[in-house]
């Protein structure tokens, strides 16, 4: 099977065909937002972790002094709410004071004020699926686009659902993201699939910031030893063999998932989240 890369792909008369009946569409942000980056955060296996890194960014990010926005486009496993302890309940009433009814406002954060837009924020009950098909999804994930009022920011971090399926690869091109952060996990099967992922990046021509390896290991609190748990590291070997930078790398911690479950995922700190703000800071700052 051969595969056209980026511009090759974009000269060729099928895109320019697709891309003037509009099914391959730009989505435009509204027009009280602005935001200086995006970021988005992919997988190509679930479970890995995309969510958790997408938290750790944006909180590496808003230590930092940037001013931050989080875009939960993981439909069916909105987590973004739980992990910063945000509620419907924390989203301003909209079409107040003569201000449109249908627009989207952010819950902010308590501690370092990071706005976070959701489906998981508009629904009455937390544990309602959202049991709608592909195109439906994506006019959510576009409505969330060009509805939400973010108010300025310096960057969206956004967490795509895991997978190079329909919905992230819809994603992907309609939405103008900078770069990619690619999560892993040091399982062969995650090897293989993190693959797929980072090549349906370059085809779109979606930079990607770096390659980052969860549930590295587990390090014993008593004597100190390192287990892991899902055999030896790869993450480094992995992103050497795409091509891409490597991030680092972080163990299975209790106390993150302590601290997620409670709604506290900005009270954590480990030295990956300083890796991730640089590495964004390095993208972005080159990409300017
Ligand atoms: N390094 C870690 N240490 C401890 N727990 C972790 C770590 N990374 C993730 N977890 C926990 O593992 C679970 C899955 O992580 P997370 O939700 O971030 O993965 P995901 O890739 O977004 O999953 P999905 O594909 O379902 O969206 C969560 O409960 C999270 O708190
Ligand atoms: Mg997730």
Redesign the pocket.
């Known amino acids: 099977m051969m595969f056209l890369y980026g511009r090759a792909w974009k000269g060729t008369l099928l895109y320019r065909r697709l891309e003037a009946t509009r099914l391959i569409e730009r989505f435009e942000m509204h027009p009280g937002s602005s935001a200086r980056h995006v970021i988005g955060v992919m ?1 190509g296996k ?8 997408t938290a750790l960014t944006a909180v590496a990010l808003a230590r930092r002094g940037y001013r931050v926005g989080v875009l939960d486009a ?1 439909v069916t ?1 909105p ?1 973004m709410p739980r992990m910063f302890g945000v509620t419907g309940a924390d989203v301003p009433p909209v079409g107040r004071e003569g201000r449109p009814a249908d627009e989207i406002l952010p819950a902010v954060t308590r501690r370092l004020g990071i706005k976070v837009v959701s489906i998981n924020l508009l629904l009455d009950d937390e544990s309602a699926p959202v049991i709608w098909r592909g195109p439906l999804l994506m006019g959510m994930i576009r409505r969330f686009w060009i509805a939400s009022n973010w108010g300025d920011l310096d960057y969206i971090v956004i ?1 795509l659902p ?1 997978g190079t399926s329909d919905i992230p690869l819809s994603v992907m091109q309609s939405v103008p993201l900078d770069g990619l952060i690619v ?1 892993t996990s040091p399982q062969r099967v995650a090897a293989m699939v993190v693959a797929k992922a980072v090549n349906m990046a370059r085809m779109l021509e979606r930079p990607v910031i770096g390659l980052v390896e ?2 590295s290991y587990v390090q014993c609190p008593d004597c100190g030893r390192k287990m892991e748990v899902f055999g030896p590291s790869t993450g480094e070997a992995q992103a050497a063999e795409l091509g891409v930078s490597y991030i680092g790398d ?5 106390r ?2 302590e601290l ?2 409670a709604g506290r995922v900005e009270d954590y700190d480990h030295p990956m989240l300083d890796a991730l703000a640089e590495a964004v800071e390095r993208a972005t700052v080159q990409a300017q």
């Open positions: 997988s679930g479970g890995v972790g995309k969510s958790s890194v993981d496993g987590s967490d895991p999560v969860n549930m972080m163990p299975i911690d209790p993150l998932s997620a479950d």
